[in-house]
């Protein structure tokens, strides 16, 4: 089966870290760009990071500095280190895959809660 | 970087037509992404590349992208279209991509 599968989301405290999972299946992981988006609380979405088929990767400054995405093609996985985490970045993240400048496959989304 | 401007709700009649724009400076430079989102559900792309409609999408759906505004059209409009709609674009300056505000379509 075509899926994302996303874990490693709880509460964190202000200025902690923590470390996003995505599993990936059904497709050939490495041809593909990858990227994680969020949506907020009643908020709209929201792209926070990407990572190309080279490894080459991309942030809007909102979390430039602060989270890093890195991929294992071995394990077909994708990873977001989110460092530094403010109340702001509370949100739903998701596993996206890219085709072509477009989305085409969600994961099912992790909660990250940072709250004191 | 730069916003892409949605209206925050459309509200609209069975049967009738509701248009969603998406405004940006010269954004018909770009190619323009739509996707459905309704509540525990993943996201649903029902435009891509401006006017595309992937496999599976009833043709009610439609998009046109010029000058400063995309616009999705959803046309003979149905209770299960009430949803969440994203315009994105792809920003080949920045390598970054981009979504709308959103826009949250009601119908009546």
């Known amino acids: 089966e075509v899926q994302l599968v996303e874990s490693g989301g709880g509460l964190i405290q202000p200025g902690g870290s923590l470390r996003l999972s995505c599993a990936a299946s059904g497709f050939t992981f490495h041809t593909f760009d990858m990227h994680w988006v969020r949506q907020a609380p009643g908020k709209g979405l929201e792209w926070v990071s990407g990572?190309?088929?080279?490894?080459?990767?991309y942030y809007p400054d909102s979390v430039k500095g602060r989270f890093s995405v890195s991929r294992d093609y071995a394990k077909k996985s994708l990873s977001l280190q989110m460092s530094n985490l403010r109340a702001g970045d509370t949100a739903v993240y998701y596993c996206?895959?890219?085709?072509?400048?477009?989305?085409?496959?969600w994961g099912r989304g992790t909660l990250v809660t940072v709250s004191s | 970087s730069y916003v892409l401007t949605q209206p925050p709700s459309v509200s609209v009649a069975p049967g009738k037509t509701a248009r969603i724009t998406c405004v940006e400076n010269n954004i018909g430079d770009k190619s323009v992404h739509w996707y459905q989102w309704k509540p525990g559900q993943a996201p649903l792309m029902v435009i891509y590349y401006d006017t595309d409609r992937p496999s599976g999408i009833p043709e009610r759906f439609s998009g046109s992208n010029s000058g400063n505004t995309a616009t999705l059209i959803i046309s003979r409009v149905e209770a299960g279209d009430e949803a969440d709609y994203y315009c994105q674009v792809w920003d080949s300056g920045s390598g970054h991509h981009v979504f709308g505000t959103g826009t949250k379509v009601t119908v009546l």
């Open positions: 996206v895959r890219e085709n072509s400048r477009y989305f085409d496959l």
């Open positions: 990572i190309d088929s080279t490894g080459a990767t």
